[in-house]
């Protein structure tokens, strides 16, 4: 690889910071290798652009915001300003699913109302990894400082909480609270499913969130030892300048979209990056949709978490997933071809 190109492709992901540029092969599309391209709604994914675009600094990026506004066909806008971008590497290509939580929930600890969702204390911020999830469940580290955001009636749905990163809490006064990622305590994520399979609770092919959750609630006890044995611990934030009708906030602190916003590795995708998806699978999906979010288990260029929306259908939904495709950028079209070698050029 050239110097040329080495120094293009840094420019390229200045705003995400430096990849595996060696491990990565890179390849220029057209649209019409893009399988069901003419067919997608791209005002709609337009509109999702518009929602995050105007947070970009890079100047190509922020005169394409303005260009999407003027533009009266949204496919003609993507077609005319980007290049579709297939960036690989030796990792197999994944899609799955996320979703935003719905808990049950008061403002006071009472009766069913248990279980505190906490923010983040200072000590645990400073701290690389800090205490574990049984640490900070059975001992005094958190009592006594107002950390309480609220109190939740099932672990298991606080836990589900936690590896989501945001949702919503409804409360018992008929008001709700929406909650945002705050931090961790730096201890890595333990699968529940793994954990009952290993134990032998459940099949390999059982192991879904909702098979889980009933399996904890009809064995209360061993089923906080379960929870436990996933040392990683979420703290969150109250999110309260969020509207109702609105999805939760994705990384670039703006509301998502229900099947057009995905989490990807911004080590290979810029946030904000029109992506196009070609999802295999049970139900096949061709769909441009906007690169919003990001989440630890999302590593590579064509690994993938799709938004599916809010509450428990939606939650079915996303945990079925687990397909192969590809996923390929849309980026300006001078970052495009910078990203050639000399010899093609």
């Not at 899609?95 to 719905?102: A, Q, S, V």
């Not at 996933?230 to 703006?254: C, H, I, Q, T, W």
Request: net charge neutral; proline share 6%.
């Amino acid at each position: 690889m050239t110097q040329t190109f080495r120094a293009a492709l840094a420019a390229i992901f200045m705003m995400v910071g430096s990849a595996a540029l060696s491990e990565t092969s890179m390849k220029i599309l057209s649209f019409e290798d893009l399988d069901g391209w003419q067919a997608d709604d791209h005002a709609a994914a337009r509109d999702v652009f518009l929602n995050t675009c105007r947070d970009f600094e890079a100047p190509d990026w922020r005169n394409l915001c303005a260009a999407a506004q003027g533009i009266p066909d949204a496919r003609q806008f993507f077609e005319l300003f980007f290049r579709p971008v297939l960036i690989e590497d030796e990792r197999p290509p994944l899609f799955t699913g996320y979703y935003e939580p719905e808990l049950n929930g008061a403002r006071y600890a009472g009766g069913k109302y248990r279980y505190p969702v906490y923010k983040m204390p200072p000590e645990a911020r400073d701290a690389t990894t800090w205490l574990s999830r049984r640490e900070i469940e059975t001992g005094d580290a958190m009592r006594g400082r107002g950390l309480e955001i609220a109190w939740v009636d099932d672990p298991v749905e606080l836990q589900f909480l936690q590896i989501q990163g945001s949702g919503r809490i409804r409360l018992n006064d008929g008001g709700a609270i929406r909650v945002g990622y705050g931090g961790s305590n730096g201890h890595p994520r333990r699968s529940l499913g793994v954990e009952l399979v290993r134990r032998g609770a459940l099949g390999i092919h059982q192991a879904s969130a909702k098979v889980i959750a009933n399996w904890v609630r009809r064995n209360p006890v061993e089923g906080m030892e379960v929870l436990r044995q996933n040392a990683n611990y979420v703290f969150f934030r109250e999110v309260s300048r969020v509207a109702a009708d609105k999805g939760p906030l994705g990384a670039m602190n703006r509301s998502i979209t229900t099947m057009r916003s995905v989490a990807v590795d911004p080590k290979f995708t810029p946030l904000g990056a029109p992506v196009w998806i070609e999802k295999d699978g049970e139900t096949p999906l061709r769909r441009l949709m906007i690169a919003q979010d990001t989440g630890s288990a999302i590593k590579g260029p064509q690994r993938a978490d799709i938004f599916f929306g809010t509450g428990e259908d939606a939650g079915q939904e996303a945990g079925r997933l687990k397909d192969s495709g590809r996923m390929i950028i849309l980026l300006p079209i001078q970052r495009a071809y910078a990203m050639l070698p000399e010899s093609v050029l």
